[in-house]
């Protein structure tokens, strides 16, 4: 026997255990091994599965939707483009047409995946629970948990909250989709979605009773197919298969749900569209095609519900993600504050004037032992008149609490930002540094901390593994920068936060230096897609040379030569290729005596790196003795 452990979620979201299942074994084996029977396959095998419906829902409500709102340039999706509902394309196709190669497909793709996450659970969290299936002729039980789900789908985009909201879009996609799979509407003739299942008080259709005969019966034991009656045809009646793990447990007259793990059905009898294999494959596409319709037309109901902006939030297709700064704001920041705050101002107005404003602007102040409250809004002039009544003030041993204000930025970030800390002390709360390692790995926002070093020498070292080398880590694994530089410099790094602000940034490689030899190989590879490639090498390194595929040349001793310019800015070195840029394995031989990291960037819609932190084996780094 199996303990099967099942949930169900509250108004919040949370989910919470709801009931212990006892299976007995043959059945808790059936339910292990062919689950994948239950319902459109989730995510694999050679039929329509609920991942294809979903990403393909996602991929058409985009469509409309930037048809119908205009870009960043007041443009708005050609007509001509797409036209045919046939007519297959990626996203990487749909962003380039409307965005050109500004913006990253990569936010999409993460909310896409998590709705599709969601929905394959579904088939794990809610296994006996035949409303979340349309199963056994739930009906009215599954229309309610439809309405329940959108309203929870609508409330967390109302209150911000994407990522919750795409979890819940998952599930209700699970069971929307069931629908069409386990209910006799394919059969019944209707080609169009069922509309009423997602609008409040309005009928379903003509369902059956409870004791109303509605598939003929078989009493063979095998090679018998479920016969749906006649009349239930003629009169548009609305059944779905029953389903259970016990023998000869379905009502007399009723449809089976059918496939291997239905151990109620007589024979091969059953209704269920699932798979091209299941008892009534020959309606798999149709039903799968009707339920990508009905997927499409809750996207749209909830878009119609929310304004354009946050369903496209929800949807991750906006110009730009979040932008979150912590700030320190104990005494010795006092002129390093004025200078931060006036940087980000700067930002806030020139992001403004260009069109890529964040979805959000986040501040989390700190201090000690005081840190936030958190700032959130999307009005940029809110935003500035929170960051002008930022003072520097307080403050006793050096260390501050800059990990507890991170762990803020992070659970209140949208997954897939940028996060930016200003301080000069290293964490007073470094024990919390697992929590944001965690957190960075759940939301993918990228923190870069901007590092002005105004304690001593002497108590730097002593507070190093807490301050610079805690910050370098936490930076790396993110796929951030950790900068020191002198406070007369501060101005100087918007150029380094806009530039990793912008919408189609990609991480191209991002290395630490192997300390068993003097000189490092990195291997650049650069795409015909990639555009704007900046290098990045923090820690001071002794010297370099780049090299192109051609094998030309320029030392670190030329500050702007035939292949890039150069500046230096605290321990960082930005080094910037001229376009245009030539495709292929591009070459940085570093030589330092010191630990440095290395960082490329670009500019890419449709680029996508496989990072793995830290990596110094041959495939990704050779060194040179």
Request: proline share 5%.
């Amino acid at each position: 026997a199996v303990l099967l452990i099942t949930s169900q979620t509250d108004a919040v979201g949370q989910e919470r255990p709801m009931k212990n299942v006892i299976l007995p074994g043959f059945a808790a084996l059936l339910l292990l091994t062919s689950w994948k029977v239950l319902c459109f396959n989730p995510n694999f095998g050679d039929s329509i599965t609920h991942s294809d419906i979903t990403k393909e829902a996602a991929l058409r409500i985009v469509l409309q939707l930037f048809r119908q709102v205009p870009n960043p340039d007041g443009k708005v999706f050609p007509s001509n483009i797409f036209q045919s509902r046939d007519q297959k394309f990626t996203a990487e196709e749909l962003f380039e047409a409307y965005y050109g190669s500004k913006v990253s497909v990569s936010r999409f793709k993460q909310a896409v995946q998590v709705m599709m996450n969601r929905n394959t659970k579904v088939d794990f969290m809610y296994a006996l629970e035949g409303k979340r299936h349309f199963d056994s002729e739930t009906l009215q039980e599954g229309k309610e948990v439809l309405l329940t789900e959108k309203a929870k789908v609508i409330q967390n985009i109302m209150q911000r909250n994407y990522h919750q909201a795409q979890k819940h879009m998952g599930t209700l996609l699970h069971t929307l989709q069931d629908f069409y799979s386990h209910s006799n509407w394919i059969e019944l003739g209707f080609q169009k979605p069922n509309s009423n299942l997602i609008k409040p008080g309005e009928p379903i259709g003509r369902v059956a009773g409870k004791t109303e005969q509605t598939c003929a019966d078989c009493s063979a034991s095998t090679g018998c197919q479920d016969e749906i009656l006649d009349k239930v045809i003629k009169e548009k009646i609305i059944t779905t298969g029953y389903f259970g793990f016990k023998p000869h447990s379905k009502p007399d007259g009723k449809c089976s749900h059918g496939g291997k793990a239905d151990i109620s059905r007589q024979g091969s009898q059953g209704i269920n569209k699932d798979t091209r294999k299941s008892p009534h494959s020959q309606y798999h596409n149709e039903a799968a095609r009707v339920a990508t319709e009905a997927s499409i037309e809750i996207f749209k109901d909830v878009w119609d519900t929310v304004d354009h902006k946050a369903f496209s939030r929800f949807l991750g297709v906006e110009s730009s993600a979040g932008l979150s700064f912590v700030i320190d704001t104990t005494g010795s920041m006092r002129d390093d504050i004025e200078a931060a705050k006036e940087r980000t101002i700067n930002i806030v107005k020139n992001r403004r004037r260009a069109g890529t404003e964040p979805s959000f602007y986040i501040l989390v102040p700190f201090s000690d032992p005081d840190f936030g409250p958190v700032f959130k809004t999307s009005d940029p002039d809110k935003f500035i008149d929170k960051l002008k009544e930022l003072k520097a003030d307080g403050g006793g041993d050096i260390p501050e609490m800059s990990l507890s204000a991170l762990r803020l930025a992070l659970t209140n970030t949208p997954p897939l930002s940028h996060i930016y800390v200003f301080t000069d002390a290293p964490a007073k709360d470094h024990e919390l540094n697992d929590s944001i390692l965690a957190l960075i790995e759940q939301t993918k926002c990228k923190v870069s901390f901007l590092l002005t070093n105004a304690v001593s020498r002497r108590k730097r070292d002593v507070n190093d593994r807490f301050g610079n080398q805690l910050y370098r880590v936490l930076a790396r694994v993110s796929g951030g920068l950790a900068v020191v530089i002198r406070r007369a410099l501060i101005s100087q790094l918007t150029s380094i936060i806009e530039d990793s602000a912008t919408a189609a940034l990609v991480t191209i490689l991002q290395r630490e230096n192997n300390p068993d030899y003097p000189s490092n190989l990195f291997i650049i590879h650069v795409d015909p897609t990639l555009q704007n490639i900046t290098i990045y090498i923090s820690g001071m390194p002794q010297s370099f040379r780049l090299s192109n595929p051609e094998g030309l040349q320029q030392p670190s001793t030329l500050s702007d030569g035939v292949l890039a310019s150069m500046d230096r800015m605290g321990d960082l070195i930005i080094i910037r290729l001229h376009s245009p840029i030539d495709p292929g394995d591009w070459d940085l031989v570093v030589s330092s005596g010191i630990p440095y990291s290395v960082k490329v960037t670009g500019a890419s819609v449709s680029y996508t790196s496989q990072l793995t932190f830290p990596c110094l084996d041959s495939q990704c780094l050779l060194s040179l003795k």
